[in-house]
């Protein structure tokens, strides 16, 4: 079985900054992607940021040059550091983890999501 357990939400004002962090764990060969997708109420869920082989990364026009994503891959851990926050980011915002869990056999995870809430 595998988990992905995230961390890092919470209120903040316009402007403000926050980390997310999204570690996962338990039967791991190994990671292909890792990535973060957010919903806002009465919304899709979207892609915020993916990073693929801890290397390339791709973002959502809406949050690039403020968003960085970056992945610790002895700690099979992604985090998703969000500056310059707007109120338009508010959202539940979900790990997402495409893991290889055998020889040949990989799988798509989800976090049980974390809040995000920014004030104006």
């Known amino acids: 079985q595998v988990q992905l357990v995230e961390s890092g939400g919470g209120l903040v004002q316009a402007g403000g900054s926050l980390r997310l962090s999204c570690a996962a764990s338990?039967?791991?060969?190994?990671?292909?992607?890792m990535g973060w997708y957010r919903q806002a109420p009465g919304k899709q869920r979207e892609l915020v940021a993916l990073i693929i082989s801890g290397v390339t990364t791709k973002y959502a026009d809406s949050v690039k040059g403020r968003f960085t994503i970056s992945r610790d891959n002895a700690k099979n851990t992604v985090y998703l550091r969000m500056n310059s926050l707007k109120p338009e980011d508010t959202a539940v915002y979900y790990c997402?983890?495409?893991?290889?869990?055998?020889?040949?056999?990989?799988?798509?995870?989800w976090g049980q999501g974390t809040q995000v809430t920014v004030s104006s």
């Open positions: 997402n983890a495409n893991i290889q869990i055998a020889a040949t056999e990989f799988d798509e995870y």
């Open positions: 338990g039967s791991i060969f190994s990671i292909n992607a």
